[in-house]
């Protein structure tokens, strides 16, 4: 049996056991996720068609990865007036396998459900862990940890060390407009002299938390060498 199911603006003919990479969907490796839109199913020569979904039916899917899509490269120029821009995307992607189609409004499969409430338990117990902590702590004498804040903190972060002085102007470099220049000073990046010595492993953390890409860095640091220069 297959369908043709609809999810992230775009259409899939699925079967069971499929892997299937898609638009990114909220939820954790493991997980099984419930696929509502399909627009038809069938076996064989006998297809049914939606209007434009199947009522009762659908296909649930087990989260194997979650990703991101090859670097896109979008590059314009426009001749004689001394520009050009160049953008990198990388579409964040959501590796599925295919677990059951079902029709006539059947629930999933008992080991699906049986899943979904041992993780139900395991997520419950950990809770409960949590809160017993501090408890203890509090009766051991000892302060509470406050993990949250600490973790909040380590994500604030920037990811790079803004050096002393006057910042640069960025948008100088071609590339760089006001959003993006104000992205990189958030992240300690603020002068020419700091992205002209940006080593490829420095190019590779921008790469990975910041939506530019590896050639558009490079780009940058050729062109901060120079203007560093001045």
């Not at 020569?45 to 989260?63: I, K, R, S, Y």
């Not at 426009?78 to 599925?96: A, D, E, M, P, Y």
């Not at 104000?182 to 080593?199: C, H, M, V």
């Amino acid at each position: 049996m297959f369908a043709v199911i609809k999810t992230g603006g775009k259409q899939y003919r699925v079967a069971a056991n499929d892997l299937l990479k898609i638009e990114k969907l909220e939820a954790n490796v493991g997980d099984i996720v419930e696929i509502g839109n399909v627009l038809a199913h069938g076996e064989g020569e006998n297809v049914t068609f939606g209007a434009p979904f199947v009522d009762g039916a659908m296909v649930t899917a087990e989260v194997v990865e979650q990703g991101k899509n090859r670097t896109v490269i979008a590059f314009k120029k426009r001749r004689r007036q001394n520009s050009r821009r160049k953008i990198g995307h990388r579409q964040l992607l959501t590796t599925v396998r295919i677990a059951e189609i079902l029709l006539g409004g059947a629930k999933p499969a008992k080991k699906t459900a049986a899943k979904t409430e041992a993780k139900a338990e395991v997520a419950a117990k950990t809770e409960a862990k949590a809160e017993a902590a501090p408890k203890a702590a509090a009766k051991a004498g000892a302060a509470p940890k406050k993990e949250g804040k600490a973790e909040a903190s380590e994500a604030a972060a920037p990811l790079f060390k803004a050096p002393k002085g006057e910042p640069d102007d960025l948008t100088v470099i071609k590339g760089i407009g006001p959003v993006a220049a104000g992205q990189l000073n958030e992240q300690g990046i603020t002068t020419f002299a700091q992205i002209a010595k940006l080593s490829d492993k420095d190019v590779a953390k921008i790469d990975e938390h910041m939506p530019f890409s590896a050639d558009q860095i490079k780009d940058w640091r050729e062109q901060a060498k120079e203007l560093a220069k001045k």
